[in-house]
């Protein structure tokens, strides 16, 4: 299948700003759920939480979602029949993209740490056993479930789902897409004997959360993924689909977000159960806002920052040398600035991921203009024409 031009300037349109929703996402704002709000709902506290709720707990993490039904939709481009042959030369394009990129940034983050806490220990005459410890304590998991978090989440039968990632955080959605890529196989022989079966088996199991529990084998990445994937096999359009779907995706995403509201997001055990199904609303109800933005309106993302999503997308989160340092400097400046002005703290949660972004921007800028051949290895060598997450 070929991908349309209406397709392409979506993707394009979604991979740069979309991550602006991923670093609200990971702003991780106080908030309390509206059941147990001892304060108006329509004072300004009300209102500051509410939004808060609905950015970083709802609306940003059915962001990433989307890079993955993005991927999967690209990845089957250009295939009529499967072809063992194409499906490597496609695996071998993603080991530029991506796992290049992902040993890379995991591999210069953990040095880093342990550069300055070498410094450190010479500085202060202490044995250098503890760096070699510090070595040993990451080991290989540095590079695939180093952190985990969310060890009291639970699906419908009570089984623990708790949340892994590499060293550097942020890359568990590289890890779990590169997963799923080596899926595809399996995901079109199940597609291809089953149809829309296999692929609403797979949507029960995400909503549910019914699924093995395996470091990187996701059911987020295989079902948005394999949805992608279904797309391509059979000829539908990414924004044909999503308009087939609007007006249901509306209604449905509207409900569950208003009721994931209520019970504070995916902070809370009823707003997780709420939140996969307002999810699936809002993924294709993205694609649907970014195709009207871009073929409608004629909105369009200038080739510097679609190409700079991914570096953006790492670097925000990344604990490269002293950059989480610079990062949290940066939101401390903005909320002693807004402190200072007697502003209330809802106006540096809405302006610090824009602050962010544009520190992340002008580091790539300076990276791409004086180290191109760096900068190309650490975003795995990504272009406009090339809109492949």
Not at 246 to 272: C, M, S
Request: with cysteine; net charge positive; proline share 4%.
């Amino acid at each position: 299948m070929v991908i349309s031009q209406e397709d392409s300037k979506t993707i394009g349109f979604l991979r740069f700003t979309l991550t602006f929703l991923i670093v609200f996402g990971h702003m991780n704002p106080n908030t309390i759920s509206i059941q147990e709000a001892d304060f108006s709902l329509l004072s300004g506290q009300g209102i500051s939480n509410a939004i808060a709720v609905g950015l970083s707990y709802l609306l940003a993490h059915a962001a990433v979602p989307v890079y993955f039904l993005m991927s999967g939709y690209l990845f089957w481009a250009g295939i009529k029949e499967w072809d063992w042959n194409v499906f490597t030369k496609k695996i071998k394009s993603r080991s530029k993209s991506l796992l290049l990129p992902y040993l890379l940034w995991n591999l210069l983050s953990i040095l880093s740490f342990v550069v300055v806490m070498f410094i450190q220990d010479i500085k202060n005459n202490i044995p250098l056993d503890n760096v070699l410890e510090y070595i040993q304590s990451i080991g290989i998991r540095g590079f695939w479930d180093y952190c985990i978090w969310g060890q009291d989440k639970t699906n419908w039968i009570g089984q623990a789902i708790p949340q892994t990632g590499p060293f550097v955080i942020s890359l568990w959605f590289v890890r779990d897409l590169m997963v799923a890529t080596l899926c595809a196989p399996v995901l079109y022989w199940l597609f291809k004997k089953t149809k829309v079966w296999g692929l609403l088996l797979l949507l029960f199991c995400f909503v549910s959360k019914i699924w093995p529990q395996i470091h990187g084998v996701t059911i987020e990445s295989i079902f948005f993924f394999g949805n992608g994937l279904y797309l391509s096999m059979y000829g539908k359009g990414l924004v044909e689909e999503a308009r087939k779907l609007r007006n249901t995706v509306l209604i449905v995403g509207l409900i569950t977000f208003i009721i994931g509201l209520y019970f504070g997001g995916i902070k809370t055990a009823p707003g997780r159960i709420v939140f996969p199904f307002f999810a699936v609303c809002c993924v294709w109800s993205y694609v649907n806002l970014g195709a009207y933005l871009t073929n409608n309106k004629g909105i369009q993302i200038s080739s510097f920052l679609i190409k700079s999503s991914f570096f953006v997308y790492v670097l925000h989160a990344c604990p490269i040398g002293y950059f989480r340092s610079i990062i949290s400097q940066i939101n401390t400046f903005v909320s002693g600035f807004v402190a200072h002005l007697h502003i209330p703290w809802i106006v540096y949660y809405l302006i610090s991921p824009f602050v962010i972004v544009a520190f992340c921007l002008l580091i790539y800028y300076i990276m791409e203009r004086w180290l191109p051949h760096t900068c190309s290895l650490l975003t795995g060598n990504r272009n406009p024409s090339q809109v492949k997450k």
